[in-house]
């Protein structure tokens, strides 16, 4: 799990210590075990929300952790061409190559610990797929999609592309220098990362060497969650064992304690957390396939919108995807089976 690394991690800038005294640690409200299943093309995901209401998640809709899988020779999948509306998605690879392209001219290729970070807003076609030399060669992919709500009023603010490379994520180091935090979005500690978000949010991935602990100031005003992309650990002052593919949720309170367990497995010798949250948006969500927004009638007219192309159209360069189909006239229908509450491809 390579990601962002660091030759000496203490000749990085330190978060301050927490004190306990003054400082309410978060408590931790659940625990929950994302489920398997297949995205897109059919390339492996865990469903790391799976199980949690909207309520604890807000701002945030959902969360797939794909791979991390081992891909041989002609294996590596992607997604096709398909449309979103109303919320941002955030692609961070950790392992493997994934290239990306839209309808508004965004794109290009992300690779261990890169971030593509869209915001659909009005409307936007992509597709997110491995190049073609990797599909020959086969290879390691892991990484997480997330998608962050917008609020009624930037529903339809014009759509944003953000090419976040690994050198410009901020690194800090715990202060004992037992943890590594890569902030990607937000203010953490006063440390900013790069990611320019519409809805304010904070998103690390922290790396904490076995037996290693730490205690982050978190914003009052953000929720808390924290996701294990590998190894084991505990979270919150009451330890609460964490493992891998696992989501904590905390309540209330100023700092995030996270704690990696002594024994790791060769596999995943450090505790890999995604640390996330933001201010809540405290509005109703009306989530079909992959439009989110605030009402039923909302979603159905960004269907009719999608047929009638006002999402985009596929750059004629790209038109033509893998396996031959060319995406861009699924029905409504088509698009909506399998329910109110599934999130179609990122």
């Given at each position: 799990?390579?990601?962002v690394t660091?030759?000496?991690?203490?000749?990085?800038?330190?978060?301050?210590?927490?004190?306990?005294?003054?400082?309410?640690?978060r408590?931790?409200?659940s625990?929950?075990?994302a489920p398997?299943g297949l995205?897109g093309?059919?390339f492996?995901?865990?469903?790391?929300?799976?199980?949690v209401?909207?309520?604890?998640l807000?701002p945030?809709v959902?969360?797939?952790?794909?791979?991390?899988v081992?891909?041989a020779?002609?294996e590596p999948?992607?997604t096709?061409?398909h449309?979103h509306r109303?919320f941002?998605t955030?692609?961070?690879m950790?392992d493997?190559?994934?290239?990306?392209?839209?309808?508004n001219?965004?794109?290009?290729l992300?690779t261990?610990?890169?971030?593509?970070w869209?915001?659909?807003?009005r409307?936007i076609?992509?597709?997110?797929r491995p190049p073609?030399?990797?599909?020959a060669s086969?290879?390691?992919?892991?990484g997480?999609?997330?998608w962050v709500n917008?609020?009624?009023?930037?529903?339809f603010a014009p759509?944003?592309y953000q090419?976040?490379?690994?050198?410009?994520v901020?690194?800090?180091?715990?202060?004992?220098g037992?943890a590594l935090?890569?902030i990607i979005?937000g203010?953490v500690?006063?440390f900013r990362?790069?990611g320019?978000?519409h809805t304010?949010?904070a998103l690390l991935h922290?790396?904490?060497?076995a037996?290693?602990?730490v205690t982050?100031?978190?914003?009052?005003h953000f929720n808390?969650?924290v996701?294990a992309?590998g190894?084991?650990?505990a979270v919150g002052a009451g330890?609460?064992?964490l493992?891998?593919?696992?989501l904590?949720?905390?309540?209330?309170?100023?700092?995030?304690?996270?704690s990696?367990?002594?024994q790791?497995?060769s596999r995943?010798?450090?505790?890999d957390?995604?640390?996330?949250?933001?201010?809540?948006?405290?509005?109703?969500?009306?989530?079909y396939?992959?439009?989110v927004?605030?009402?039923k009638?909302?979603?159905?007219?960004a269907?009719e919108d999608y047929?009638?192309?006002i999402?985009?159209?596929i750059?004629?360069?790209h038109?033509?995807?893998?396996?031959?189909?060319?995406r861009?006239?699924a029905?409504?229908?088509?698009?909506?089976?399998?329910g109110?509450?599934?999130p179609?491809?990122?």
């Amino acid at each position: 799990m390579p990601a962002v690394t660091v030759d000496n991690i203490l000749a990085l800038p330190r978060l301050r210590h927490v004190d306990p005294a003054v400082e309410r640690d978060r408590p931790v409200v659940s625990i929950t075990t994302a489920p398997s299943g297949l995205e897109g093309e059919g390339f492996p995901v865990r469903r790391a929300f799976a199980g949690v209401s909207l309520a604890a998640l807000d701002p945030f809709v959902h969360m797939d952790q794909m791979g991390e899988v081992e891909y041989a020779p002609g294996e590596p999948k992607g997604t096709p061409w398909h449309p979103h509306r109303g919320f941002e998605t955030v692609t961070y690879m950790i392992d493997g190559i994934f290239e990306h392209h839209d309808s508004n001219g965004g794109g290009g290729l992300i690779t261990n610990g890169d971030t593509q970070w869209m915001t659909a807003g009005r409307g936007i076609l992509h597709i997110e797929r491995p190049p073609e030399y990797l599909v020959a060669s086969g290879g390691l992919f892991h990484g997480f999609q997330l998608w962050v709500n917008l609020p009624r009023r930037l529903k339809f603010a014009p759509p944003r592309y953000q090419d976040i490379r690994a050198s410009a994520v901020s690194l800090v180091a715990s202060p004992d220098g037992g943890a590594l935090l890569r902030i990607i979005a937000g203010e953490v500690d006063g440390f900013r990362g790069p990611g320019i978000t519409h809805t304010p949010i904070a998103l690390l991935h922290v790396t904490l060497a076995a037996g290693a602990s730490v205690t982050i100031p978190w914003p009052r005003h953000f929720n808390a969650l924290v996701y294990a992309l590998g190894g084991f650990g505990a979270v919150g002052a009451g330890r609460h064992p964490l493992r891998y593919g696992q989501l904590a949720v905390f309540g209330a309170g100023d700092a995030i304690t996270v704690s990696a367990s002594k024994q790791q497995e060769s596999r995943s010798p450090n505790f890999d957390v995604l640390v996330l949250g933001g201010e809540p948006i405290r509005e109703p969500v009306a989530m079909y396939g992959p439009f989110v927004m605030n009402t039923k009638a909302e979603v159905l007219q960004a269907f009719e919108d999608y047929q009638k192309g006002i999402l985009g159209t596929i750059p004629a360069e790209h038109a033509v995807v893998p396996h031959g189909s060319v995406r861009g006239q699924a029905s409504a229908d088509e698009m909506t089976a399998g329910g109110t509450d599934q999130p179609a491809a990122g």
